[in-house]
């Protein structure tokens, strides 16, 4: 297929201002977006202070320094209060959110059950995911009905999640309440507020509202109704349950089971969900990239079915899905907190005071990336990663803490999009509305609206 020459694209994003205008612009905005509160001045330094707050926020940037922090030796920055106090009602004490000699013990247990479930296995329930959600898009695309880009999204790696952790579909009665307080859930959880970041000391609670409450409480009981029915041994929940401690012989508790597999349901399914959405929408906006990829995808895999195989052949598909975790990292920002004085990068630490690691920026930054804010998936063949500054692409963390599901991830965001760029043209409406939100994950502000038609070859 003749490569068509698409424009130069300037993917969304907030225009960087200096640090009062963008406060303001910030809470003008109303929407606690810390994406729009970011200077200008983010995108260029190494290290530096975000604005003025009680308790102190500083921005590191290099890469060296941030692996330095993430691998924490001397536990001087665990995880952040505010995180923890996000997530705490939902996932526990999981790994997600644990430190020290428990994040050791949790990690060392689960690392195996991640090897047990090898995506060979997984991939044949992600596939069938992938097949039900064409034939709710040959459905969209027969009557010409608009469909939220996010929501489609979210449904099929949620599908995805509930069959590999718990070999049930989505569409099972329990499997489908807990997607439902899910959404809930990433929609009005309280991670930071604007005023309270500025003026609270460090270690404060966040109070989340009793809807959010209500709704975590309800995932906790479903994920114990689906723990406590689980016969399974090839999939995830099956390889956690049975998973032992190595000095003493004991698996996870009943409540450490749902604290576990609380987080792969929130990480599997909302950050690939995220990155998804966000790949789709620049395809659509790309001709030029979309005809790359279906070059590739009709090369390698034809019209039949996509193996696992297959994605390990497609270097292509794998660069835009890489690509598009650069330029919209799932996790936004990796904050950690200083539990006593420090001095790390340059910068004087005191206590209490917020590190912030942020992918958004690092992804973009001025000294690590040409033209940063272009949608360029050449950067990630293998001659563009050549050149890559070591570090300075962490859409998984570093260090110990690097994401369990890396892997798993990668294998789905390239199946996904395989599969769905080969078969459907996605005509997105209002697309210079699209603007991205740091909430839970990297979200458009408001839902991508779009139609489906099927391709024509």
């Not at 998936?377 to 803490?401: M, N, S, W, Y």
């Amino acid at each position: 297929m003749a490569q068509k020459q698409g424009p130069a694209l300037d993917p969304p994003r907030p225009r960087p201002l200096w640090p009062v205008a963008a406060l303001a612009r910030t809470l003008w905005q109303g929407e606690g977006n810390l994406l729009a509160l970011l200077p200008a001045s983010a995108y260029r330094v190494a290290a530096g202070a975000l604005g003025y707050s009680r308790r102190s926020i500083i921005l590191f940037n290099d890469p060296a320094v941030v692996r330095q922090i993430l691998e924490d030796k001397d536990g001087i920055f665990p995880k952040s209060d505010l995180m923890v106090g996000a997530l705490e009602a939902l996932i526990g004490e999981s790994i997600f959110v644990t430190d020290g000699e428990t994040w050791r013990r949790q990690r060392a247990m689960i690392d195996p059950a991640f090897s047990h479930m090898r995506l060979s296995i997984a991939f044949k329930a992600m596939s069938e995911a992938v097949t039900d959600q064409e034939g709710r898009l040959d459905q969209l695309a027969a009557s010409g009905e608009p469909m939220s880009l996010d929501l489609a999204m979210s449904h099929l790696t949620a599908d995805i999640i509930c069959r590999t952790v718990f070999s049930v579909s989505l569409d099972v009665g329990v499997a489908r309440d807990v997607f439902d307080d899910f959404i809930v859930f990433e929609r009005d959880v309280a991670q930071v507020r604007i005023a309270r970041l500025i003026s609270d000391p460090a270690w404060t609670r966040v109070p989340q509202k009793p809807g959010v409450l209500a709704a975590c409480a309800r995932i906790r009981s479903h994920l114990g109704a689906l723990i406590d029915g689980h016969t399974g041994t090839d999939d995830i929940a099956g390889a956690v349950i049975a998973a032992r401690d190595a000095s003493t012989g004991e698996g996870f508790s009943r409540d450490e089971l749902i604290d576990q597999l609380g987080v792969f349901f929130l990480a599997g399914h909302e950050t690939t969900a995220s990155a998804l959405t966000w790949a789709v929408y620049m395809l659509a906006s790309r001709p030029d990239i979309l005809d790359r990829l279906r070059a590739e995808i009709d090369a390698v895999a034809g019209d039949g079915p996509v193996s696992f195989e297959h994605t390990r052949r497609m270097p292509f598909a794998r660069a835009v899905f890489r690509e598009t975790l650069r330029l919209y990292p799932p996790i936004t920002f990796m904050p950690r907190v200083a539990l006593k004085p420090a001095r790390i990068g340059g910068r004087t630490l005191r206590r209490g005071a917020l590190v912030m690691i942020a992918p958004w920026t690092l992804h973009r930054h001025k000294s690590y990336w040409q033209e940063p804010d272009r949608f360029d998936p050449d950067r990630f063949l293998p001659e563009g990663e050549a050149v890559q500054t070591p570090g300075a692409f962490i859409p998984f963390g570093a260090g110990p803490h690097t994401c369990v599901g890396a892997g798993f991830a990668t294998a789905e965001g390239i199946l996904v999009l395989a599969r769905l760029a080969r078969r459907f043209d996605f005509d997105v409406s209002e697309a210079r509305g699209v603007r991205p939100v740091a909430r839970l994950t990297t979200r458009p502000a408001r839902e991508i609206m779009c139609r489906v038609r099927l391709r024509h070859v």
